[in-house]
Every structure is written in structure tokens, then in C-alpha cells.
């Protein structure tokens, strides 16, 4: 009689294996999350950045406003574009999307 009470109360000494399965799901979620989520973000975060580094004065580029140019001018933390002949903007080097093969 005890041992029926006992053994729905978890008493058999399986209860640290019952704790990791537990966790076997969350665990798996994670993972999941991990190569769905994070892991492409932070790959297109470094070719972000490597495309940042590599800029030079002639490249056409799109900032992400959607604003097409031609880089004038280079500083660490600064860009300017000629978007038309004559007119020349400054905007800040995080905001250009990529660089692109021909202007629009």
C-alpha cells in the first residue's frame, strides 16, 4: 500500500533524470532559436561591418534611407555623398546600407 503512494510521489529514484528531461525541451528551443535567429543576424552583422571597413572615395553606395551616391569624402564616423552633380550631403558611415554596382 505504501509503495504505490510512494511511487506516484516520485520516489523511485529516477528523479534526476526527470529533472534534466525536463529541460531537454527549453534546452532544444534555444538551439533552434540559436541557428534560426541569432546566429544569421550576427553573420550579416559582420558583413555589415567588413562592407563599412572596405569603403572608399568613387564607390556608389545606398544608405539605408534609400538614398543613392557617390562617396566624396571619408572620415571614421562620417561619409559624403554627391546625390547630384553639385549637391553633396554628409551622412554618418552606420547608416549606408551597401554598396552598389551601378547608380540608379
Not at 12 to 20: F, L, P, T, V
Not at 31 to 44: A, G, H, N, R
Not at 68 to 89: M, P, S
Amino acid at each position: 500500500m505504501f509503495s504505490s503512494v510512494a511511487y506516484a510521489m516520485g520516489g523511485s529514484g529516477g528523479g534526476a533524470q526527470g529533472g534534466m528531461a525536463a529541460f531537454l525541451p527549453l534546452i532544444l528551443m534555444f538551439v533552434v532559436f540559436y541557428f534560426l535567429l541569432i546566429w544569421p543576424q550576427q553573420k550579416k552583422a559582420k558583413a555589415h561591418k567588413q562592407v563599412l571597413a572596405n569603403l572608399q572615395k568613387g564607390d556608389n553606395v545606398i544608405t539605408s534611407s534609400g538614398i543613392y551616391g557617390n562617396i566624396t569624402g571619408l572620415t571614421d564616423t562620417v561619409v559624403t555623398l554627391e546625390i547630384a552633380e553639385k549637391v553633396r550631403i554628409k551622412v554618418a558611415r552606420n547608416s549606408i546600407a551597401g554598396v552598389i554596382k551601378s547608380q540608379v
